[in-house]
């Protein structure tokens, strides 16, 4: 998974969820705990149909979880748990994880620690490359154990879309350095103004990725039509410079469009 930056971080108290399913015991879910304001922020597994087809107990655990940390407070609610919760259902002990956003680090903890059923419902792949939200870099393989990324529940996929690591500060604050985000592949329509996953051509196994937002600038011809004159790559940073491209540069690819970020 990707490191989290410590620039800003806070400090929160983590459980892990684990169940009893058909096929044997498994984590089903995460609760994070904020301890400044005692809120809870939690994340579970959406496949009990699969995992647990006669129960119905299991798809009602989170609901009913969001009800008890309001009555109850999230400290209150995860030492409740620690000392009653059942052989079925139970939760580990608290650990410490630093926080960069609480939603963020909730979808984190749960793809470190939950592996649920690959469905194209659910899942995207996450891809090979690591890109560069910044100055082009080189392609490399991402350090994970899993290659499909379970997206949060509400987001409608299709085969068109992938999960990519991005490394670097230049999308900064829209995509914070260490995320994994989630891409649509390019097809048709206009790419002015939007947030874009570009690739460096011609380099065999070492071609190369940035992410940008779209720019194209256009230039008055004496017979008054207009021609694209260049294609600027432009960071959100103010710190970052633009990347500017000819217009008639043929190595240079738009693969897909941001999406958002994942976690």
């Given at each position: ?157 299709s085969d068109e879309f992938f999960a990519a690591s991005i490394e670097g500060t230049s ?68 710190e970052h410079d633009n990347i500017v491209l000819a217009a008639d540069e043929e190595r ?12």
């Open positions: 998974m990707p490191p989290v930056s410590l620039a800003a971080t806070h400090e929160g108290f983590y459980s892990v969820v684990e169940a009893d399913l058909s096929d044997g015991p498994a984590a089903v879910g995460v609760l994070l705990q904020d301890p400044e304001s005692d809120t809870l922020y939690q994340r579970f597994r959406r496949d009990w149909d699969e995992v647990a087809p006669e129960d119905d107990v299991f798809p009602l655990v989170p609901g009913d979880l969001t009800a008890k940390a309001r009555e109850m407070g999230a400290g209150r609610l995860l030492a409740w748990l620690e000392e009653n919760a059942s052989n079925t259902i139970r939760v580990t002990d608290r650990q410490t994880a630093l926080v960069d956003t609480f939603e963020r680090a909730v979808e984190r903890l749960y793809q470190r620690h939950v592996r649920s059923k690959v469905s194209s419902a659910t899942h995207v792949r996450l891809t090979s490359l690591r890109s560069a939200a910044g100055p082009f870099l080189d392609n490399a393989e991402i350090d994970t154990e899993a290659d499909w990324i379970e997206v949060p529940d509400g987001i409608r996929i999308m900064e604050p829209l995509i914070p350095n260490g995320s994994v985000c989630l891409f649509r592949r390019f097809g048709a329509g206009s790419r002015q103004g939007k947030h874009v996953l570009v690739e460096e051509l011609g380099r065999g196994a070492n071609d190369r990725y940035t992410v940008k937002r779209y720019t194209s600038r256009k230039a008055q011809l004496p017979d008054s039509t207009w021609s694209h004159d260049a294609i600027v790559l432009e960071p959100l940073n103010p240079y690819r738009v693969r897909a469009e941001f999406v958002r970020v994942l976690f």
